[in-house]
């Protein structure tokens, strides 16, 4: 369908740097419900691996340790509460009923439960607060949880600081991806936004505009949340149409920001079938966008489930389409995090990873050639 030739090295200008930790491997959920299904879960560590193997084989790339971080960053963008709720409640969920690998709510706070009642704030029931943090089942929370997800927050700001630091792009292979998270609920196999953390971190140590490029299958709903109504952060995500795809409750075009973020916020969702050249003209339109917008550095939320072989999703990119990706964005030429979100079609995920940033890495030194 596509060839398999990657970027030849001598195209790069070096070794793109990687930040990757082993504590991913913390969260590995043995179950998770999915259209009513008791299955294997799609987000497993065997992702990340992939991808880590892929890339140390080809010789383009170097690792990097991530650095500690605390909680400051994490709270920065999340209620302290969501954070105080993850780092305990697989361990309160052991003492209440007993031993069980994974963890998921048997009951959701759903706003009509309140219709014109004062609001609620968060109950004292072990089983309701699962309810009260979490919006869904596909995202249980193993013993590792927390120091997986903290983990992957460390990466995805230790890439930041490599970029602030003037490295001109930096990959952060994030495991547990984010951009579903919002500022007080996890799901959709994210636990702590690390994109909106960094975009966050980013703005408050250069008190610069950031721009923030959603390219997974699925719309990144908790991004835009946390930044719905800032004008310091544009989020543009191209993902599935909403009507017909995860997460169904936000995406739409006309989601544009409110108050001062209003124009700040740009929806592209795109129809089924999407392929390589549909896809990469919305991305020139959402580039165009960014550079309009004045943002002066760029993290990416690279969801890699828009390939023609993902199983959950019914896009059709191409290895070809993910490398012409990769350098239609570093046409911005823009100092570039990206952070690893989506893909599930496991055997390609780290080839499919190669071909986007190694597009990334010699559509930037084309920029620099001229």
Not at 57 to 71: H, I, N, R, Y
Not at 252 to 278: C, I, K, M, Q, V
Not at 295 to 309: K, P
């Amino acid at each position: 369908m596509d060839s398999e030739a990657a970027t030849p090295e001598s195209e790069m200008s070096g070794p793109m740097l990687v930040v990757y930790s082993l504590r991913h491997r913390l969260h590995h959920p043995e179950r998770e419900v999915e259209g009513g299904r008791l299955q294997e879960p799609f987000e497993h560590p065997g992702r990340a691996e992939i991808i880590r193997s892929t890339l140390a084989a080809s010789g383009g790339f170097a690792f990097v340790a991530p650095d500690e971080f605390g909680t400051e960053p994490i709270h920065a963008v999340h209620d302290p509460g969501l954070v105080a709720f993850l780092e305990t409640a697989w361990f309160e969920h052991q003492r209440l009923n007993g031993p069980v690998h994974d963890v998921v709510p048997d009951v959701f706070a759903h706003p009509s439960l309140r219709d014109g009642m004062e609001p609620a704030g968060e109950p004292e029931a072990h089983g309701a607060r699962l309810g009260y943090w979490c919006f869904e089942t596909t995202t249980p929370i193993t013993r590792g949880t927390y120091e997986a997800a903290r983990s992957s927050v460390n990466v995805a700001l230790t890439a930041a600081d490599l970029v602030l630091g003037g490295e001109r792009a930096v990959y952060g292979l994030c495991r547990p991806p984010g951009h579903h998270a919002t500022r007080r609920s996890y799901g959709g196999y994210c636990f702590f936004n690390n994109a909106a953390i960094t975009a966050e971190y980013v703005r408050a140590r250069t008190g610069a505009k950031v721009g923030v490029l959603d390219v997974d299958y699925h719309h990144g709903n908790g991004t835009q949340q946390i930044f719905y109504d800032r004008e310091d952060v544009i989020f543009v995500s191209l993902h599935a149409d909403p009507a017909y795809a995860y997460p169904y409750f936000t995406g739409a075009r006309d989601e544009r920001g409110t108050a001062a973020g209003a124009g700040a916020n740009l929806n592209f969702p795109l129809p089924r079938g999407t392929g390589d050249d549909a896809f990469l003209a919305t991305l020139a339109d959402a580039c165009e966008a960014i550079r309009n917008a004045g943002a002066e550095t760029l993290v990416v939320s690279l969801g890699l489930d828009t390939y023609f072989d993902d199983p959950i999703s019914d896009f059709t990119l191409t290895r070809d389409g993910f490398e012409r990706c990769g350098a239609l964005v570093a046409q911005l030429g823009l100092p570039t995090l990206v952070l690893q979100e989506g893909g599930y079609a496991t055997d390609a995920l780290g080839t499919n990873a190669q071909r986007w940033l190694q597009g990334l890495g010699a559509g930037a030194a084309a920029l620099r050639s001229l």
